[in-house]
């Protein structure tokens, strides 16, 4: 018996679609799999601190590793830096001799010959009462003349004179050792009644100020050009190493090593140069100290006053120290980011 036509059997499934299991199946919302979870800040930081850790050890046994050719280099870099840092020194010594001049610094208003002593002292107070002087002290003639005896040692050859044909003067320290200053105080000086001449003698002075200001333009560009020399001594150093180990570059370069992961080792070992050659310094220094300690002592006593070499105190020994490291890791920088640029993992 015929079916009739366009009657569909009853739970018969549709001819064309999907079944209805298939349709229920895709209409469901799908599982999602396991999710790549992105490392957290703190985990990242803590990996790059234990990664900076690793590398500065291993660069310092590989240090140890060969110590003779490493102290060769580290000893090199010492002498670049003694001789600017010595230089140094003896600059800091002749600003505090400068200070003690600038002490010493003075103005002497010799009076007329027959000022009495109590106009003497009328002259003093007004001489005092100027805002450019610091201090006076009055010399009378009878004081002046046996300082005189006493420094030449003529006693006897001056005893025989009728009259002291010295004037009383007063001493005065100025306020400031300004030689624009220095001049128009002088001048006001001068214009006192009673005073018949001021006496100021700052050419010395300023000779010592030019000496010391060529002194320093000379340590900044020896400083300079030692600075660049370290550079170079620690930038051949790391270039060798970084040749020697390429093929361990390219290696790491292949599975994803950045420039930064593969510069890190290199620059731990220049900044152990920068240090080892810095304390090697502050050594020679030190024995240089010792070594000419005594014979300037007795140079100075020869010449009546005490005199002892500078010595780096702490400041002075952590920049000298800083800026070793600084220039070692500065070197190794440059030298490994030239080689890295024309190194191409294949």
């Known amino acids: 018996m015929k079916r009739p036509t366009g009657i569909k059997p009853k739970g018969a499934a549709p001819r064309s679609g999907r079944p209805r299991a298939a349709t229920q199946e895709a209409q469901r919302p799908q599982k999602q799999g396991a999710r790549s979870q992105q490392p957290r800040r703190s985990s ?56 003690e001049l600038d002490d010493s610094a003075t103005l002497t208003v010799y009076l007329d010959t027959g000022v009495a002593s109590g106009e003497a002292k009328r002259i003093e107070q007004a001489v005092s009462a100027d805002t450019d002087v610091q201090s006076t002290r009055f010399v009378s003639a009878e004081q002046g003349m046996a300082d005189f005896q006493q420094s030449l040692g003529v006693e006897d050859a001056l005893s025989g004179l009728e009259d002291n044909p010295l004037p009383s003067s007063i001493v005065v320290r100025p306020g400031s050792v300004d030689p624009d200053l220095m001049q128009a105080l002088a001048e006001r000086l001068e214009s006192l009644a009673g005073v018949d001449e001021v ?28 600075g660049l020399g370290v550079l170079l001594v620690v930038g051949n150093t790391i270039r060798l190493s970084v040749e020697s180990r390429r093929r361990e570059i390219e290696v790491v370069m292949l599975i994803g090593a950045t420039h ?36 300037v002592a007795a140079l100075a006593a020869s010449y009546g006053a005490s005199f002892s070499l500078p010595q780096l105190d702490v400041t002075g020994s952590t920049m000298l120290l800083s800026c070793s490291t600084l220039l070692g890791w500065l070197g190794a920088w440059l030298a490994v980011s030239r080689h890295l640029a024309s190194i191409r993992p294949r």
């Open 44 to 99: 990242r930081l803590r990996a790059w601190g234990r990664h900076h850790r690793a590398m500065a050890i291993d660069s310092l046994h590989r240090l140890i590793r060969y110590p003779l050719g490493n102290l060769l280099t580290m000893l090199a870099i010492a002498i670049a830096l003694v001789l600017p840092a010595a230089l140094w020194l003896t600059l800091d010594s002749a600003r505090l001799l400068d200070a």
């Open 199 to 226: 006496r100021v003698d700052l050419a010395w002075v300023e000779r010592l100020r030019h000496l010391a200001a060529l002194g320093t333009r000379v340590a900044l560009a020896l400083g300079v050009l030692f």
């Open 260 to 295: 930064a992961f593969v510069r890190r080792p290199f620059l731990y070992s220049g900044a152990w140069y920068g240090v080892g050659g810095g304390v090697l310094a502050l050594g020679l220094l030190t024995l240089g100290n010792h070594w000419l300690s005594m014979p």
